[in-house]
């Protein structure tokens, strides 16, 4: 639970992200069907198709999720004091998704918008065999724009860690960037997670200068990196990123992650996992794992130590938010 | 064909290793039974034994083995100028050794001795099963000394490539001390296999000094690397070699390799291979494969990939040397 001293005091991280509430229901095959869905895919829907597709939906659990949220709830788990960024509308889906990740003790301020698109939402199907259908619909979270970026929090946090799935909208575009000038004037670091190799594809060059120009602490999977620098091997990308980042953690499923600092490279193993249900939210664990051993000061081999447990934990079920206290299973294991 | 022309000039690598013929025939379950034999795995056996096991083996296909003198196969087959130091006593074994290893191109001198034990031999029995079961006498090749190790070949070679498994003789570290020397004097590399992590759990600190004093290129898998410097992670070990060595070359299996010189460090991938049938020789070959792209003024993480494709090779089928030609496949590959 936040309390007042603690949000007036020094935060490690920021997270700024979109903000989604995951809606989970179960279905059969043949409602899929039905609803022209393609089972195991993600597609994005309009407001329409996603008021009608909840209406049919039938008892649901309601969880705040995105991708930049579900590394505030690991944060959160790893006892790290953190915040979030990221517009929701006032409406019922809005306060479930403020309820939720303040009630995991995020610090989370941003105004609801009053007019404009819903909350945005990933109303996804479960069908018998465990296979997830998804249906994202944006909404308001495409809306964040530069004045939700708070002076004071960038201020307060020694990282600000950036989704880049937000960089599809110039507003939001706009956001990081004065984000960004933000921390560097006030000598606060800028953490930046690649999110998705498509999404570099499509802003390649501006990724490139802002990760060269403004990124401090770089996290990116395999598919990512080599979209990035546009090269076919894993090793080309280490070479490239190395030149352009302070620091850049590299994930590669089950083959570790390659730390990248200067001089400093480290090639860590994945952490054992006895049967891997749901890869959903594995980067987004490892981001919560590494910054919350960096912002105590921990060494970076540590830090990617901490990483790799954390995501252990949530391919472990299905759902990208971790099911145990973060904190006593790192002890545990470190 | 070696040539004398060829034999005077300069040479990419010299190898120094156990000469051992390999002696492989057909048998069956019931035979290694009433020999005694624990199937799948290697035994040390004296000169009795392995005259009484031999006199009783099926027709059998010798071939030059060793690992050094495997890797000095890969680097023929890699058009790599080698040379081959290691006793072989002056009997039949010793023939087909000296023959074998000439007639791939391998420059080898070494005079056969004309006393002691006969040349070692690693007799090895195929069930149908395809499991190996081997018995090695390492006979005339354990008394190779200071004398044995050629001023002229170590000053011809680029690069001098030891074999950790010798380590274990005094009178053979007195030759990789003198060969260190001469290689040192004369602006020559010295390379060395740290070769099995029971050789280097015996010989921990002797490795330890002159790895750091004396060796240029280091090779290890993941095992004999973590038990040199006695560490539980492979990134542990990763840190402390780069600060003992010029450069290292770390092979990790279907991991790849690790390659660290200075501020330079690059993160391989293995090749792909269609079914692992026989990964004996994969560090041999890898060995080879990178001294070739070394000593031919590649780039490290070209010098890594060579190897790769050089091992991907030789566990694809039975037995620890290539069956094609090296140098084609590394050009259709890389």
């Keep these: 639970m936040t309390d007042t001293a603690a949000q007036a005091g020094e935060l490690d991280v920021l997270c700024v992200g979109n903000s989604i509430v995951d809606v989970l229901a179960q279905t059969d095959d043949a409602t899929l069907e039905k609803l022209d869905m393609v089972k195991g895919t993600m597609a994005l829907i309009d407001a329409d198709q996603a008021e009608a597709l909840y209406a049919q939906m039938s008892a649901a659990i309601e969880t705040s999720g995105g991708s930049a949220g579900n590394t505030a709830a690991g944060l959160a788990s790893l006892n790290t004091k953190c915040a979030f960024i990221g517009r929701v509308r006032d409406d019922q889906l809005g306060d479930i998704f403020t309820h939720d990740i303040r009630s995991i003790g995020v610090e989370y301020a941003t105004p609801a918008a009053t007019d404009g698109p819903p909350t945005a939402r990933c109303l996804i199907l479960i069908t018998p065999d465990a296979q997830r ?28 860690y950036l989704e880049g799935y937000l960089w599809d909208r110039d507003a939001a575009k706009a956001a990081f960037l004065r984000a960004a000038g933000l921390a560097a004037a006030k000598d606060r670091l800028v953490s930046l997670s690649l999110s998705d190799p498509f999404c570099v594809d499509r802003h390649r060059e501006s990724f490139r200068e802002f990760v060269t120009n403004h990124v401090d602490i770089l996290f990116a999977n395999e598919d990512e990196i080599t979209s990035l620098y546009q090269v076919e091997s894993f090793d080309d990308a280490l070479q490239h990123v190395r030149a352009d980042c302070r620091i850049a953690a590299l994930t590669r499923s089950e083959k570790g992650s390659v730390l990248v600092s200067g001089d400093e490279v480290h090639v860590v193993d994945a952490e054992p996992v006895d049967s891997v249900v749901d890869t959903t939210g594995a980067g987004d664990q490892f981001a919560a794992g590494f910054l919350s051993g960096f912002t105590q000061g921990k060494e970076l081999a540590t830090c990617a130590r901490i990483g790799g447990i954390a995501a252990s934990e949530v391919i472990a079920h299905v759902g990208p938010r971790p099911q145990v206290k973060l904190a006593d299973l790192v002890a545990s294991r470190l």
Excluded at 134 to 159: C, H, Q, Y
């Design 133 to 160: 259908t998804m249906n994202t619909f944006l909404g308001a979270s495409v809306n964040l724009g530069p004045e939700d970026i708070d002076e004071d929090l960038v201020a307060r946090a020694k990282v600000t």
